[in-house]
């Protein structure tokens, strides 16, 4: 069965630096989306990508990040400047229906360390 | 935005017992949607209900829709060990993106 992968699955990094997280979205899907869930919180909606531009993104989004789709199969989200607070595991999701009416499928996350 | 809100329970139950949990929402939506996920894991896809629906049945889970009331349940069946795990719901409306409650903690005592 097709799934969402995401590398790497743990990622740790010092204040300021930049990271980059990776998604492969399932094959013939055209929705792509980041959430992110601060560990005991809620999971949060980022972004929504589709047609190789963003669709939606929420409050959380701001500046210090971007998504990108380089080529047919990945899809990033690259912090540019990374928080403390942006400690938290990062989920990325596809699916392949116009509107949000469909199943997102997500996968396995990359957790996110920030120090 | 409180939408896809359930209500915050840890719920401790013996192995073949039914666990039931909660889910309400503020805002018109397209769907609603139940996840799982175990300890510092991914989220796992369980159910999909669409708003002109009241009821759905997969395997063991039972999902009922009350728009009237903006609510939602997950009733798992005859529940083992491997249901120990953490349940959101999240409600989808239009502009794709997915609200995600706080999650109900389960776990099944063997």
């Known amino acids: 069965e097709p799934e969402v992968t995401q590398t790497p699955s743990h990622q740790v990094t010092q204040m300021g630096q930049e990271v980059i997280l990776r998604c492969v979205p399932i094959?013939?899907?055209?929705?792509f989306y980041w959430y992110r869930q601060i560990l005991g919180q809620k999971v949060e909606f980022l972004v929504s990508?589709?047609?190789?531009?963003?669709?939606?993104k929420s409050e959380i989004f701001d500046d210090q990040f971007s998504v990108e789709r380089p080529d047919g199969s990945n899809f990033t989200l690259k912090i540019r400047s990374t928080k403390l607070e942006d400690s938290a595991m990062y989920f990325c999701?596809?699916?392949?229906?116009?509107?949000?009416?469909?199943?997102?499928?997500f996968g396995p996350g990359t957790r996110l360390t920030v120090l | 935005s409180q939408q896809g809100e359930e209500d915050p329970q840890a719920l401790s139950i013996q192995e073949g017992e039914n666990a039931t949990m909660n889910c309400s929402y503020k805002?018109?939506?397209?769907?609603l949607q139940w996840y799982r996920q175990n300890s510092g894991r991914g989220l796992v896809h369980l159910i999909l209900?669409?708003?002109?629906?009241r009821e759905k049945h997969s395997g063991r889970l039972r999902v009922t829709l009350d728009t009237s009331k903006k609510s939602s349940s997950l009733l798992i069946t005859a529940s083992r060990a491997a249901d120990t795990a953490s349940y959101f719901c999240?409600?989808?409306?239009?502009?794709?993106?997915?609200?995600f409650g706080k999650g109900n903690q389960v776990v099944v005592i063997p």
């Open positions: 094959s013939n899907h055209l929705y």
């Open positions: 805002t018109s939506i397209n769907n």
């Open positions: 209900i669409r708003s002109n629906e």
């Open positions: 999701a596809s699916n392949g229906v116009a509107g949000g009416k469909d199943t997102q499928y």
């Open positions: 990508f589709y047609n190789n531009e963003i669709s939606e």
């Open positions: 999240a409600t989808g409306r239009g502009n794709n993106r997915l609200a």
